[in-house]
């Protein structure tokens, strides 16, 4: 009996672990709320049914918010619409088949090569790939370690330095699992620092430090590609539920607007502020260097707006007004390329009000002077599923607007003229040296 028990199990444990979660006619909901009363309700629904999907978020700023349903309660869902006279249609009624078109590709060890733009790639793909970008590049990248995830991984980082002293830009990439795009963004902007023949690019690389962590909540991303591809969280379990927002979780303003105590939730909190090992551990880390950071991006999708702190406030704190020039600036920079159009704004104007994220922290606890959150393409005809033939258009764009924070940035004060000041005061004093040599 034992052991046919034992069998039991055995059979069916791959099928617990390995099943992928389909989203069969799940349909995808764009809805138009028109007047507060219309937001409420979905606001309403949003902090109280996690049946439903909220793809993007209910707010008076936005003209129109993404929902997905599963098609047991579809009619549920058009049906409250319908009494509350909410206009709405459908973009996608099956998600799956998007998913199904999705490329995922595998990354083969020692083939840089086989690192392409037109693919998504899993954790293990990803991070192989930093290996061999330190094998290849030994004197420039540098293998770091952001932190540990609930399940014990490495969150997997790397540098890219060519000498000392250099001012830091950051990125940090993959926090919500689900947004695939934010992680391809990431490795394609790391792979221009080190291989673009653009001299632009060149003197970017040269003269900062970059730390680099596309995958900043690498249990979740691992959960998108073997069970669900919807998964927005960490994996920690918390009761009958799985699951800490892992960018609503640190420590500024925890939980005080846009976040949620219920653990059935996607914005749910956490127990405490920094509760999880992810956010604990990368905010430990990033305060290390805290200091010599002079810019910090975080890529989210989708929204195709660029925004800063605060989430709490529409208020103009810090340097708000320089923030939202040098912005916009590299919006305009980033429309040349495919006329694509971003949004500039903190994120209580650009989305609604959200606190517990991480620029929030990196900007009041680091005061690091220039702190972005990219939400990447596109507008929500496909959301979070984004083609294949947008990923290279996205990630070369996104590599434009960077160029330009960095150029705006110099031109507005808040970023030296790194390694081309301390190379030139090193050729003046090698000069005097060898006309006194010479004497
Ligand atoms: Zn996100």
Redesign the pocket.
């Known amino acids: 009996m034992l052991k046919l028990l034992f069998l039991c199990l055995v059979l069916t444990l791959p099928s617990i672990f390995s099943d992928k979660i389909r989203f069969d006619n799940y349909t995808l909901y764009r809805v138009f709320p028109k007047n507060e009363n219309q937001v409420q309700l979905l606001r309403g629904l949003q902090d109280s049914d996690p049946r439903f999907d909220f793809w993007t978020e209910p707010s008076a700023l936005v003209n129109n918010v993404d929902v997905l349903s599963s098609p047991e309660h579809k009619s549920e869902f058009e049906s409250l619409l319908k009494a509350y006279n909410v206009e709405f249609v459908i973009s996608n009624p099956n998600i799956q088949e998007a998913i199904d078109r999705e490329p995922v590709k595998t990354y083969t060890r020692r083939n840089l090569r086989s690192m392409t733009w037109n693919s998504y790639y899993d954790l293990d793909g990803i991070n192989h790939w930093i290996d061999d970008l330190a094998i290849s590049y030994p004197s420039i990248v540098t293998i770091i370690k952001g932190g540990t995830t609930y399940e014990g991984r490495e969150i997997k980082g790397l540098k890219i330095s060519h000498g000392e002293g250099r001012r830091i830009i950051f990125l940090e990439g993959g926090?919500?699992s689900?947004?695939w795009i934010?992680p391809a963004t990431v490795n394609f902007i790391t792979n221009e620092l080190l291989t673009s023949n653009d001299e632009e690019t060149i003197a970017a690389a040269r003269d900062f430090d970059w730390y680099i962590f596309p995958v900043t909540n690498p249990d979740g991303y691992i959960w998108t590609h073997t069970v669900n591809r919807m998964w927005?969280k960490n994996r920690r379990p918390v009761g009958n539920h799985v699951g800490i927002d892992l960018?609503r979780n640190w420590n500024n303003n925890w939980l005080v607007v846009g976040a949620s105590s219920n653990p059935a939730l996607d914005t749910y909190a956490g127990l405490g502020p920094f509760s999880e090992p992810e956010t604990r551990s990368l905010s430990t880390f990033i305060e290390s260097i805290g200091d010599k950071i002079d810019m910090y991006l975080s890529f989210?999708?989708y929204s195709q707006l660029l925004m800063l702190p605060f989430g709490n406030t529409t208020e103009p704190l810090a340097n708000y007004e320089d923030a939202m020039k040098i912005g916009r600036r590299a919006m305009g920079a980033l429309s040349v390329r495919y006329g694509t159009r971003y949004e500039t704004g903190n994120i209580a104007e650009a989305i609604y009000q959200a606190s517990g994220g991480s620029v929030d922290w990196v900007k009041e606890r680091l005061k690091v002077p220039l702190v972005y959150c990219y939400?990447l393409r596109d507008n929500g005809t496909h959301g979070f599923i984004l083609p294949e033939d947008q990923i290279l258009p996205n990630n070369l764009e996104v590599m434009d607007s960077i160029l330009e924070l960095i150029l705006q940035a110099r031109r507005f004060g808040y970023m030296s003229s790194g390694n081309i000041v301390n190379s030139s005061v090193v050729l003046i004093f090698m000069a005097l040296l060898a006309k006194l040599l010479q004497d």
């Open positions: 926090i919500h689900r947004e934010s927005r960018n989210h999708s939400e």
